[in-house]
């Protein structure tokens, strides 16, 4: 007991030396490497595999230049080191939501909301701990969103793990047909289920995908920076963190819409398969004819039909059709 005591006070003494340096040149933890999880070079490998971070970090010491988690790691103690540094080689478990939540991070991400990713779309419930990680093991923390640094790598279809393109690359690693992620299948759907479907349909015209039109239809007209040659993200439409809307679908244009340039915000609310107001945050007719005039009911307007059953004419991922 005392030699692994003195143990502690030595190592606690090199981190205050050298700030938790491996072979006295480069951090085992660094923001600007974009490495926040410890490996087994944790203070040269003596501090790897103990689950007790006290023993070295005393709380009025770390993250004295973070200011935006320094008091919430003060308030909230040791409980938060696993989220941000991974298990240091224990059995300790990373909790993500002990910070990021309504309280503490309210905007990072929005999580409010009955519905979010349970990898079932239509289940409510808020996420926890596990359901973050499947998608960021290992962020940088930096309050910048990289795709290639903030999101889980996981195999392209070739089951290489190549860098992601885009957001809708990432989702499509998961959504499709053939090569889903183990522990992570997505069973018991149609064959045409926009679920598993979607990688093949991204290429489609109303697939807000790889377009492969011009835009020239009568109901043609977009808002803010979007063009009938945009590549959508599914992030434009669909939420991971909470939403009011089933599937999964924005109910807020405050969340989403990365290209619609508009300083207000507005509602977005699905009643079945009216998904009225999701369509006209986009779309703008340019010619006013049916509904074109009519409000949604959030304060826009510029679709054809307000109400009913869009579904009827517009289905997800249709090839044949000349718009979602």
């Not at 005392?2 to 700030?19: C, D, E, S």
């Not at 679908?249 to 989403?256: C, E, F, H, K, Q």
């Not at 509602?267 to 079945?272: H, K, M, R, Y």
Request: negative net charge; aromatic residues 6%; contains cysteine.
């Amino acid at each position: 007991m005392l030699a692994n005591r003195l143990l502690m006070m030595l190592l606690l003494i090199v981190v205050a030396l050298t700030g938790c340096v491996s072979g006295g040149e480069e951090p085992t933890v660094s923001v600007a490497s974009g490495n926040l999880i410890l490996n087994e070079n944790h203070a040269d490998g003596g501090a790897w595999g103990l689950p007790d971070c006290d023993a070295c970090h005393a709380l009025s010491a770390i993250h004295k230049k973070a200011d935006l988690i320094r008091n919430i790691t003060k308030d909230k103690g040791y409980d938060t080191c696993a989220g941000c540094h991974g298990s240091n080689g224990t059995s300790i478990a990373r909790r993500c939501i002990i910070c990021h939540n309504t309280a503490d991070l309210p905007t990072a991400p929005r999580q409010q909301g009955r519905f979010s990713h349970h990898y079932t779309s239509d289940v409510a419930g808020s996420m926890d701990d596990a359901h973050c990680l499947s998608c960021h093991d290992a962020s940088d923390m930096d309050g910048r969103f990289e795709l290639n640094q903030d999101l889980k790598h996981y195999p392209d279809q070739n089951q290489l793990l190549t860098n992601y393109s885009s957001l809708s690359d990432f989702c499509l690693r998961c959504h499709n047909r053939d090569h889903q992620q183990p522990g992570y299948e997505i069973t018991d759907t149609d064959f045409y289920d926009p679920l598993i479907a979607i990688e093949e349909a991204f290429t489609y015209v109303d697939k807000h995908g790889a377009i492969d039109g011009l835009g020239t239809r009568t109901y043609a007209g977009l808002r803010g920076d979007y063009r009938y040659a945009s590549e959508v993200p599914c992030t434009d439409c669909h939420a991971m963190h909470g939403t009011e809307n089933g599937g999964l679908v924005l109910d807020s244009t405050a969340t989403g819409f990365s290209l619609l340039n508009e300083t207000q915000t507005y509602d977005v609310i699905t009643n079945g398969p009216d998904y009225t107001q999701l369509c006209v945050v986009c779309h703008l007719m340019e010619t006013i004819l049916e509904d074109g005039a009519t409000d949604s009911g959030n304060g826009l307007s510029g679709v054809h039909q307000v109400g009913g059953d869009c579904y009827v004419c517009h289905s997800h991922g249709e090839p044949v059709q000349a718009g979602m």
